[in-house]
Nanobody, 115 residues
Framework: QVQLVESGGGLVQAGGSLRLSCSASRSTFSIRTMGWYRQAPGKQRDFLADITSTGNTNYADSVKGRFTISRDNAKNTVYLQMNSLKPEDTAVYYC?????????WGQGTQVTVSS
């Protein structure tokens, strides 16, 4: 079992920045890929970015150049730095642990970007 706890969401004006954090309970965190997704009201959950155990990253086109995913394996934590935020970035943001047998999700953190 893996528990994921996200933090760092909140209300920000358009053009502002936020950094989300996701802490994992599992000691095998360092060898697993981690990812960030988001879900706006009435929409499907969309992929944003992921990062492998060796630090290779992958981004959705919608956030490339504005969002940066990183990880600190010593702290079992993955981050999402979000810059140049837009109102359309408003959503609940979730982190994902890509397990060997199943995936795990955090509870989500709300990000609201005002215009």
């Amino acid at each position: 079992q893996v528990q994921l706890v996200e933090s760092g969401g909140g209300l920000v004006q358009a053009g502002g920045s936020l950094r989300l954090s996701c802490s994992a309970s599992r000691s095998t965190f360092s060898i697993r890929t981690m990812g960030w997704y988001r879900q706006a009201p009435g929409k499907q959950r969309d992929f944003l970015a992921d990062i492998t155990s060796t630090g290779n990253t992958n981004y959705a086109d919608s956030v490339k150049g504005r969002f940066t995913i990183s990880r600190d394996n010593a702290k079992n934590t993955v981050y999402l730095q979000m810059n140049s935020l837009k109102p359309e970035d408003t959503a609940v943001y979730y982190c994902k642990f890509y397990g060997s047998l199943r995936d795990y999700w955090g509870q989500g953190t709300q990000v609201t970007v005002s215009s």
